[in-house]
């Protein structure tokens, strides 16, 4: 199918986050990190990539053509530059496009009377004899010519329809049609649409122009405008993942995307994306800008498909749609996340403390679940250990095979890290050994293991600060998985002293996993216990 021929079914997605997206301040991608992402949304399916602004610099411009040479293939999307309704820049855009297999030129001109007045100092008049000798020049370069009228949303309306009906007598295929700061509301935007489709001289639907929606989001609308545009007609729409862009940002991808998709049998359309490859992209592009992906983003933030209210949980568990319209692994993630907080329920505490192999029902689930409704009142984040410790509190208490007495760490640039412990057994023997390590943490987990000597591998370590300030409590939370074994056993401890809050939280894993597996060197009860120094 030719650029200029459209199949009314389908919704062309135009992604300009290497263009319009990188215009976020602080935004700004390497020729690397461009080409890495023009490969990704080659891969999640886009129609059309916005290369980026060939004229802007002679890097915007080498980083086109390369995108131009390796992803615009033949079977691969239409790749288009941005280009000002001047010569110079149409001009250096076809340099930057014309190595694609399927280029496009998009040149633009503001319409509105502010932008007429401020910005380019035109009359109407001499605007339209822009818009003539400019997409005329881009269509005897490029068959395939988008115009934008910028501000469309704040350009009179039948200025709007002159200004599209010259950009299509003159050769454009596609005409993009920019709310350029977030100024329209959905029902006035899709009215827009419907005006321009059957007032354009040349731009009926039955014409073969593609009419496209280029939304900001100023008032948090760009996602709701681009769908009235696309039930008025439009079968094109720009964005950006994650919704990046100038000020508040383009229509997020992912967000018009997804609407469609779970709104089949309203908007009866489709595209050409592969929603599963739509988490990995958010994150490449989150990761390459360095811009953070907001925790409740609708479809890719971090609580778009977690769960926390009992209520939801105990819905979630019986059935996922009773609360969610769409499956996370349509977008690439694993499944759904139950959140454990102060609202979460029985049933959510109980499918949870199943997953970590504890099954428990009755009254010890009451138990267990009034103190955990105490601890979430006190504690924003519940982690698995967490849930182990109130397991085995209330449930199997493991004995304190060996508890720390003192440590004496030694460390810096002059020489080997080196940890002293001093650690009490469980027949009150105090045991003496040392260790040298590549850090002072590492130094103390080999002095312990000289103690315990209960083989284990070391599989998650993680510290995060308890309280404010440089004096803050410290956590550390750190699990642990037994020899020949698939079970793991978490630990925590906390104190002032990092190093000292993970040699506690070692010692609680080992511990459990002593209790449960009988690893380590316990003696049996009523026998004594050699005190022991190592070197």
Not at 91 to 111: D, N, Q, S, Y
Not at 256 to 275: D, F, G, S
Not at 289 to 312: R, S
Not at 411 to 435: F, N, R, S, W
Request: proline letters at 4%; one cysteine or more; a negative charge.
């Amino acid at each position: 199918m030719s650029a200029n021929q459209i199949d009314p079914n389908v919704v062309r997605i135009f992604d300009t986050t290497l263009r319009d997206g990188e215009q976020s301040p602080g935004a700004t991608l390497r020729s690397a990190e461009k080409m890495e992402i023009a490969r990704q949304l080659a891969k999640l399916g886009v129609d059309i990539i916005e290369a980026g602004f060939p004229a802007a610099s002679p890097d915007d411009l080498a980083a086109v053509q390369r995108i131009a040479r390796e992803v615009g293939t033949a079977d691969g999307p239409i790749i288009a530059g941005l280009a000002r309704a001047k010569e110079h820049d149409i001009r250096t855009c076809w340099e930057g496009v014309k190595f694609a297999a399927k280029p496009r030129i998009h040149t633009f001109l503001g319409t509105s009377d502010i932008h007429l007045k401020y910005q380019t100092g035109l009359s109407r008049a001499e605007a339209l004899e822009v818009v003539r000798n400019m997409v005329t020049l881009a269509r005897s370069l490029c068959e395939d010519v988008e115009f934008s009228p910028m501000d469309a949303g704040r350009t009179d309306p039948g200025f709007l329809v002159e200004v599209c009906a010259m950009a299509i007598a003159c050769g454009a295929t596609t005409i993009n049609v920019p709310d350029t700061v977030g100024y329209t509301i959905p029902a006035e935007h899709g009215a827009m649409f419907e005006m321009l489709i059957a007032e354009t001289p040349g731009g009926g639907a039955d014409s073969g122009i593609i009419w496209s929606a280029h939304c900001h989001n100023d008032l948090g609308l760009a996602t709701a405008n681009t769908l009235a545009a696309i039930s008025a007609g439009a079968r094109q729409v720009e964005v950006t993942i994650n919704g990046i862009g100038e000020r508040a940002g383009n229509t997020s991808l992912e967000e018009v995307v997804m609407a469609i998709e779970t709104r089949k049998p309203y908007y009866n359309l489709r595209t050409h994306i592969n929603t599963r490859e739509i988490m990995k992209t958010s994150k490449m592009v989150s990761n390459y800008t360095g811009l953070a992906v907001q925790v409740n983003k609708a479809v890719v933030g971090k609580n778009a498909f977690a769960h926390e209210a009992g209520i939801h949980q105990d819905g979630m568990l019986k059935h996922a749609s009773t609360y969610e319209i769409m499956k996370p692994e349509d977008v690439g993630l694993d499944r759904s996340k139950l959140v454990l907080g102060k609202h979460s329920g029985r049933h959510a505490l109980k499918a949870r403390l199943q997953e970590l192999g504890f099954a428990i029902e009755g009254d010890l689930l009451n138990k267990v679940f009034e103190r955990f409704k105490v601890l979430a009142d006190a504690k924003k984040n519940i982690t698995d250990a967490d849930l182990v410790a109130l397991m085995s509190d209330e449930g199997a208490k493991p004995v304190e095979y060996f508890k720390l007495v003192d440590m004496q760490v030694v460390c810096g640039t002059m020489g080997m890290p080196t940890a002293t412990m001093k650690v009490l057994d469980q027949e009150g023997h105090e045991i003496i050994h040392a260790a040298v390590g590549v850090g002072p943490v590492d130094a103390c987990y080999r002095a312990v293991d000289g103690i315990v000597k209960a083989p284990c591998v070391l599989t998650e370590y993680a510290v995060h600060a308890v309280t404010e300030g440089i004096d803050a409590l410290g956590e550390v939370t750190v699990s642990i998985q037994a020899p020949d074994s698939d079970r793991t056993f978490s630990g925590s401890g906390a104190d002032p002293d990092i190093v000292v809050s993970s040699v506690r939280a070692y010692l609680s894993a080992l511990n459990r996993m002593i209790a449960a597996m009988g690893h380590g060197d316990v003696q049996p009860e009523g026998e004594a216990a050699a005190v022991s120094v190592g070197d």
